[in-house]
């Protein structure tokens, strides 16, 4: 019997490098005002691992808003200098964390086998591991769009197991949208996510796919999310930009 896939949408917000303390409370009890009475939708910002104890003091425990990592290191302590452990942001009060971002892998030198051992510790920490791949613009042009996707996939979840990731969520970030207010067409994002869902279902299970969320990410605003969401097989967004305005990802939410 074939599963019927119920996936709640989840809107998450990565702050990057951007936002002081302060200013990252400021903007989460303002958010946290402009959401109250939304339904039906998961929230989650993340911003530096230095804001999360401050936010999540702030926003309290039951908040509709969630928080997520930007980044976690795959061990539970050590002498590590400058790296966060899953114990650590899960202590500080976050429920996810985005691992394999384009940003990390471009300059921070992650792979896909890097990707994987987050995942690992993500999940070992209980943290909802947010999946990143995308293909560049380059790689796109030479028609290897699936290839690379297919790649990410298969080398960052290798050695998983199906009951591993239950919670998985992928978010499908072509890299030449981010930043550049260059959205994927309506056709492209559906292509993608189509072949997302159906490499889950050929690697692990059906039920898996239909119930495992792909985000789209990359140029998100108020004016495409709607028809973003629109289109089958997405179930979210990862917004960078326009989640650092409350009012612009207040409306992003309220797709
Ligand atoms: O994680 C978010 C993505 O990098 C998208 O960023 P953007 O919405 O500013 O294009």
């Known amino acids: 019997m074939t599963e019927i896939a119920i996936r709640k949408p989840l809107i998450a917000g990565n702050w990057k490098m951007y936002k002081t303390g302060t200013q990252a409370v400021a903007a989460a ?38 928080l997520g990592a930007q980044n976690i290191y795959p061990g539970t302590e050590g002498a590590f200098t400058g790296e966060v452990s899953g114990p650590m942001i899960k ?17 921070f030198g992650e792979t896909d086998e890097t990707v994987g051992s987050k995942i690992r510790a993500a999940l070992d920490a209980g943290l909802i591991p947010v999946m990143c791949i995308g293909e560049t613009e380059s790689q796109r042009d030479a028609d290897k ?6 790649k990410q996939v298969s080398d960052g979840l290798k050695g998983f197991d ?18 550049t207010g260059k959205t994927a067409g309506p056709e492209q994002v559906k292509e993608v996510h189509g072949f997302l869902r159906h490499l889950i279902k050929e690697k ?3 039920g898996l796919a239909a119930k495992m969320r792909i985000l ?10 709607k028809d973003l969401m629109h289109i089958e097989d997405v179930d979210g967004a990862l917004v ?16």
């Not at 691992?99 to 892998?105: A, L, V, Y």
């Not at 199906?162 to 930043?179: F, K, M, Q």
């Open 204 to 206: 692990y299970a059906e």
């Open 162 to 179: 199906l009951g591993d990731l239950n919670s998985l969520v992928l978010a499908y970030e072509p890299v030449w949208a981010i930043g």
């Open 29 to 66: 009890k303002q958010l946290a005002d402009l959401t109250q009475g939304v339904t039906g939708v998961d929230i989650m910002i993340a911003p530096t691992a230095l804001s999360l104890p401050l936010m999540a003091a702030a926003l309290g425990k039951d908040a509709q808003v969630r």
């Open 145 to 150: 769009t699936f290839f690379i996707l297919d």
């Open 240 to 255: 960078g930009g326009a989640s650092l305005n409350p009012a612009d990802f207040n409306k992003i939410i309220r797709f």
């Open 91 to 107: 202590d500080a009060g976050a429920d996810y964390v985005i691992i394999g971002h384009s940003e990390r892998r471009q300059y």
């Open 216 to 225: 789209y990410g990359g140029s998100v605003k108020p004016g495409n999310i």
